[in-house]
């Protein structure tokens, strides 16, 4: 007879033990990810709760008899453009750091038919084709345009805005491209402005 090695019960204690600290780690990593997902989906769902409400504050302030609108890095600004379109209420938009306007939503400014000021700062969104957009509001008197892409041709659009009166910019068009729109509209007040 042989002797067969007894097998101690024991020793397989560190195999169970190691499966169920990995069992462990792999369930509080789930819970972690599953938690994280969660507080950025609560975040998501926030952050449209403020849009929605931010928009129907807007919108009952036009209502209300104010007549200017600033979208300011909001995130929201195309949204809100399309859900104000057309209102005979707005008579200012100020478009403040709204990187998030695409052309489309721009070209909804001519829908609006008492627009008669627009201030652009810090718009990575505006450049000449913009201003092509901005020839075709109606009742348009008054632009500001601060720190955007519009060139010293697109200022050529500009004079083809009939009723502008007045023109704000940050000094970042040529004397050249100023004076040309000056003689196009001998009417307008052309002025170099730091903020508006």
């Known amino acids: 007879m042989t002797d067969k090695p007894k097998r101690r019960w024991y020793r397989g ?42 928009i129907s504050d807007t919108i009952k302030d036009l209502k209300a008899g104010n007549t200017h609108v600033h979208l300011y890095s909001c995130g929201n600004s195309d949204v809100l453009i399309e859900r104000i379109a057309g209102m005979p209420e707005v008579h200012c938009i100020k478009f403040e750091g709204a990187a998030d306007m695409t052309y489309e939503s721009l070209s909804q400014l001519p829908t609006f038919p008492n627009l008669t000021h627009v201030v652009f700062h810090g718009e990575s969104s505006l450049n000449d084709q913009t201003i092509i957009v901005l020839s075709k509001c109606p009742r348009l008197e008054s632009v500001t345009i601060i720190q955007s892409y519009v060139t010293d041709a697109g200022l050529e659009d500009l004079a083809k805005i009939p009723r502008l009166r007045r023109f704000g910019h940050a000094g ?3 004397k050249t491209a100023l004076d040309r729109l000056q003689k196009q509209l001998p009417n307008c007040i052309i002025e170099e402005v730091l903020y508006y």
Request: hydrophobic content about 55%.
């Open 13 to 54: 204690i560190p195999l169970v033990l190691f499966l169920a600290t990995a069992v462990l780690i792999a369930l509080s990593v789930y819970a972690l990810v599953a938690f994280r997902r969660h507080s950025i989906e609560q975040y998501q769902l926030e952050a449209l709760r403020r849009r929605d409400e931010w």
């Open 172 to 174: 970042q068009f040529s």
